[in-house]
């Protein structure tokens, strides 16, 4: 049974250019959670989304981030114009389609901004 | 606002004795609660979740305490193995919230052999 995963695992990108991070929750999940975690905090939610839904965008910046989950393919998020603050370990999370209960995470992709 | 604080930043014990983490929140809706475990360069595994309406959960070597009245919760390893050395994050999830995760900051677990 293949895990939740995510690509790329390591991202370099010049501030203004743009980040596109993948995830594939793991068979039969049609649920996902993004989550962001800075140096030295922990995590904290950002987007919730299930296929061709977002259901909760409410900690996501306003401007510069999307996030999608296609009917086919994994579920993207996509960051325009980063910047140095943008530098953090995305981590995905899937569920099997109930909101509530443990969330089983991705590897995580850590995005650096220079 | 920090609604999950783990407010030790680290500790360390010895390999055979138990491990205390220690975890408060502030949002009385919070209904559910989990801990992770993460090693470097990966992603959180879970560990073992407690419902609001239950004061103790257990799981092999581990157990989760929760105390409503305090909104404190405590996740216990006996005994600790070197293997267990990790950062631990709580988590907690409110009723009728999408089931999103708000995380504690965590603490890294040193268990010496």
């Known amino acids: 049974n293949a895990g939740v995963m995510q690509n790329p695992r390591h991202l370099v990108r010049r501030r203004g250019q743009e980040a596109r991070l993948r995830c594939s929750p793991m068979?039969?999940?049609?649920?996902v959670y993004w989550y962001r975690q800075l140096p030295e905090e922990g995590l904290k939610f950002m987007v919730y989304?299930?296929?061709?839904?977002?259901?909760?965008e409410s900690g996501m910046p306003k401007e510069r981030f999307s996030a999608e989950f296609p009917k086919e393919g994994p579920s993207i998020l996509r960051i325009q114009q980063v910047v140095r603050g943008d530098s953090a370990a995305y981590f995905c999370?899937?569920?099997?389609?109930?909101?509530?209960?443990?969330?089983?995470f991705g590897p995580g992709t850590r995005l650096t901004v220079t | 606002d920090q609604q999950v604080k783990q407010n030790s930043p680290s500790l360390s014990v010895q390999e055979g004795r138990i491990s205390i983490l220690n975890c408060d929140y502030t949002n009385s809706m919070f209904d559910y609660f989990l801990w992770y475990k993460k090693y470097p360069a990966e992603g959180p595994t879970f560990l073992i979740s407690i419902s609001s309406i239950k004061d103790k959960n257990e799981d092999g070597r581990f157990t989760v305490f929760l105390n409503k009245s305090a909104k404190h919760l405590s996740l216990h390893i006996v005994p600790s193995q070197p293997g267990d050395s990790a950062v631990y994050f709580c988590?907690?999830?409110?009723?009728?919230?999408?089931?999103?995760?708000?995380f504690g900051q965590g603490t890294t677990l040193q268990v010496k052999p």
């Open positions: 999370a899937s569920v099997p389609g109930l909101a509530g209960g443990e969330q089983y």
């Open positions: 988590a907690a999830s409110a009723v009728g919230n999408t089931g999103k995760l708000i």
């Open positions: 989304l299930q296929k061709e839904n977002i259901i909760d």
């Open positions: 068979k039969g999940h049609s649920h």
